[in-house]
């Protein structure tokens, strides 16, 4: 089936740091990618679209200039947490759907992301 | 109202037994129903998917939708220990373009 990866699966960083989390579609192609946040105890929340070759869409309440996208082809995105803060500890999971095969979204491992 | 709801269990049943789980939404526009798998820190494992009312079934696993009462089961026959993890309901409105909007997960045990 359609496989996601994604790296790293677990950082530590200091606070005020930045952090990228790759998120790579590796036997189809995905011109759109989701990225989601989920706190513990808690569901999956959409934090924004990101689309290859254009600018990623938002959710509302997140902070795009915090929660950097990038696109850059079709079987890559990043999302670049800037300037991380404690708060922004939380377990991120990128998410793409392989047309091909059907609607199911598909996940990828996820990225734990614990700032000090 | 949420737009989703869920019980968060956690829902303990014995080894063998019938689980049922299930979720209530209320947005009109959700069209793609779907039911993932969530061990914890993994990422969400897709166990099934369909757009009609009605059931549709996979070995032991059985989707139910009724759309008229905005109401989604996943049934789990035979239960294993090895189904212990969060089960989260998931929706999808439009083509695939937008992301999914998922209930809060029943965190299932299964008893040996």
């Known amino acids: 089936g359609a496989v996601v990866s994604q790296h790293p699966s677990r950082v530590i960083c200091k606070s005020g740091t930045s952090v990228k989390i790759e998120c790579r579609s590796l036997?189809?192609?995905?011109?759109?990618m989701f990225w989601y946040r989920q706190f513990p105890k808690q569901s999956l929340m959409l934090m924004a679209t990101?689309?290859?070759?254009?600018?990623?869409?938002?959710e509302q309440g997140v902070e795009k200039d915090k929660f950097l996208i990038n696109h850059a082809s079709l079987t890559l995105s990043t999302l670049t947490v800037t300037s991380a803060h404690p708060e922004d500890s939380s377990f991120y999971i990128c998410?793409?759907?392989?047309?091909?095969?059907?609607?199911?979204?598909?996940f990828g491992s996820g990225t734990r992301l614990t700032v000090v | 109202q949420k737009e989703v709801e869920q019980d968060p269990g956690p829902l303990s049943v014995p080894e063998g037994a019938i689980v049922s789980l299930n979720c209530t939404y209320s947005?009109?526009?959700?069209?793609?129903f779907m039911w993932y798998r969530q061990y914890s820190r993994k990422g969400p494992e897709l166990l099934m998917y369909?757009?009609?009312?009605g059931n549709k079934e996979d070995g032991r696993f059985t989707a139910q939708v009724d759309k008229s009462s905005k109401y989604i089961s996943l049934f789990i026959r035979d239960s294993q220990p090895s189904d212990s993890a969060t089960y989260l309901c998931?929706?999808?409105?439009?083509?695939?373009?937008?992301?999914?909007?998922f209930g809060k997960g029943t965190h299932l045990i299964i008893q040996p």
């Open positions: 998410s793409a759907r392989d047309i091909a095969r059907g609607y199911g979204y598909t």
């Open positions: 036997d189809f192609q995905a011109t759109t």
């Open positions: 990101s689309n290859e070759g254009s600018k990623a869409t938002y």
């Open positions: 947005n009109s526009a959700f069209q793609y």
């Open positions: 369909t757009y009609s009312s």
């Open positions: 998931a929706f999808g409105s439009g083509g695939g373009a937008d992301g999914l909007t």
